[in-house]
């Protein structure tokens, strides 16, 4: 089973920030939080990944507290073709099975 | 950019035909992946090749076998298919097997058996 929590849906208007939070309370420390996304019948799309330290790459910044129990993915500037179900995933760093929650199913509405 | 590619994308088989469901990646990825996604759940992990020459069973192997044909190709097979096999089929490569290489996923095959 997934060991972290989603929202189950979200709206967003297009052109504004989309905010994705999950939780990961049981998180260890050589864990990373993963983020991906599926768009309907498509394959699973990688969009970031961090440890410790807030990232940023060309989709998405990735934002984790402090004491690493959540976090919050970051689409700056939302379009329609952004709407997909995201998924929060930890992962150890010696590897290891991906395991898709639930996910959140984001719309982004005109 | 290709990436990794799945052939075929749909097929429909009989109870008891084979297949094998064949997918390639361009990216140098040393790792590759085979998962299967039913409705209202989520991947599980089939078999994978953490390296070239190297293959291990996942979560869900019964009913399936793999050859890793080369770095760049990762091929699955039904030897006698069953309509529990009746899936959407993605591979997926990583540059290794460890949690900070992200994997990369190919668009699919969509399997029906019946």
């Known amino acids: 089973d997934a060991k972290t929590t989603q929202p189950t849906s979200m709206d967003c208007a297009e052109g504004r920030a989309a905010n994705l939070p999950c939780n990961h309370s049981?998180?260890?420390?050589?864990?990373?939080v993963y983020w991906y996304r599926q768009i309907h019948s498509q394959g699973p799309q990688y969009i970031i990944h961090?440890?410790?330290n807030n990232e940023t790459n060309e989709m998405a910044s990735l934002i984790i507290t402090e004491d690493r129990k959540s976090s919050t993915l970051i689409l700056p500037h939302a379009t329609l073709r952004d709407t997909a179900v995201y998924y929060c995933i930890e992962i150890s760093n010696q590897g290891g099975k991906l395991i898709f929650g639930q996910g959140t199913e984001l719309s982004v509405k005109p | 950019n290709a990436g990794v590619t799945q052939t075929p994308k749909f097929q429909v088989l009989k109870t008891g035909q084979s297949m094998t469901l064949q997918c390639a990646q361009d990216m140098n990825h040393n790792s590759m992946y085979w998962y299967r996604q039913d409705p209202g759940m989520g991947l599980r992990l089939i078999y994978y090749s953490a390296s070239e020459g190297t293959t291990d069973k996942g979560e869900v192997p019964n009913g399936y076998n793999v050859s890793r044909l080369n770095k760049r190709e990762f091929s699955l097979r039904l030897e006698s298919a069953a309509p529990s096999q009746t899936s959407v089929y993605f591979c997926?490569?990583?540059?290794?097997?460890?949690?900070?290489?992200?994997?990369?996923f190919g668009d699919g095959t969509r399997l029906s058996i019946l």
């Open positions: 049981t998180i260890s420390g050589n864990e990373y």
């Open positions: 961090g440890l410790k």
């Open positions: 997926a490569s990583s540059d290794g097997p460890r949690g900070n290489q992200p994997q990369h």
